[in-house]
């Protein structure tokens, strides 16, 4: 099996699995006792706090367990909207939101909160001048993805941070593709909102965190015990807090080997793809973009039968989002840039992570290039193309050279 589906999901790294083990085993206090026992587990998850802190420029005491990116996205969002409901309720947040923003956005939308949806360029980059015009004096949070998980395309986020500061507003940031791949730091780009999810960075999945900057009074979003500061109440999920906190050490430690690693493979396989295959595009931004993401648009194929026939050969990839499978709807982040349905409908994401090597690159764009072949073959319209002497084809070469 070839696994190019890191932005859905990356395996966990080994160091945070085997330190996990023993929360699950020999280690099994509730963290909250009032024993010596409880303590051992209670203090693990206090490290792995330190641990998330430190990769993101944070206070341990800004971090805030959550069940992931999902439920962080909402309790910063609907958090937000409860606390500052007599400010205002304007939100100003993008088209290209993972669902987990799009879709909290919309519940406030029913209860009579307006959000302001930013669009994009054909990179995916917000427009800055935009931003600043859609600020109203009743808006009390911005929300802007710091990449994203599509197409890669990684915003200017301090920048955004300032302006939302100057304003007198809050600014959140769903950096759950980006964190532990690229350097974040929330003082520095003055975030006061930050969500994040351990799967998507060698930690085990259902467990995430939010980080929320010491003075702001978010209220609690799930009601009960006093875990999490009395904020985020449930018995602590120990064993993979402790691995959440080895996989953010093991990025923070190697982050710049691994980022170099990445980008080189990923421009080989980018330079690769380009060449040697007609009719594709490269969406998203040529640099401001995740070192590991990778999304073409094939001309005359379905991405859906793309990812069957990769599948038989056990290659893993996908079109559009994780979330979009099984929808026929193309994608609301590639249509915001601007492609056809039909470009959008023909995307493969290929995501990619340091345990990927050059010959696994190789044998993937062989046999997407032989799966091209095959799908195209049926394509009238590809046929029509390919005729020399078609002023359509010569049209649409034209149009679709990258
Ligand atoms: C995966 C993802 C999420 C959701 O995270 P979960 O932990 O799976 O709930 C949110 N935002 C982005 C950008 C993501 O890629």
Redesign the pocket.
Known sequence: MIYLDN?ATAPMKKGAYEKMLPYLTKYYANPSGAYDFSKQSADAMDKAREQIASLIGADKNEIYFTS????S?NWAIKGTADLLQKKGRHIITTRIE?H?ILNTCKDLEKRGYKITYLEVDEYGMIKMDRLKKSIRPDTVLISV?TAN?EIGTIQPIAEIGLIAKQNGILFHT?A??ACGHIPIDVKKANIDML?A?A??FGGPKGI?FLYIRQDIALPSFMYGGSQEQGRRAGTGNVASAVAMGEAADICRNNMKQHMDYVTRLREYAIQRILREIPFVRLNGHRTRRLPGNMNFSFQFVDGEALLVMLDMKGICASTGSACSTGSTEPSHVLMSIGLTEDLAHGSLRLTISEENNKKEIDTAIDEIKRSLFKLREMSNEYRHMVTPMSSYGKRMRRQYRY
Do not use: I, L, R, Y
């Open positions: 932005a992931g990116g999902t439920e996205d993972h987990g993805m998980n769903d759950v593709q969500s999810s799967h998507k995430g």
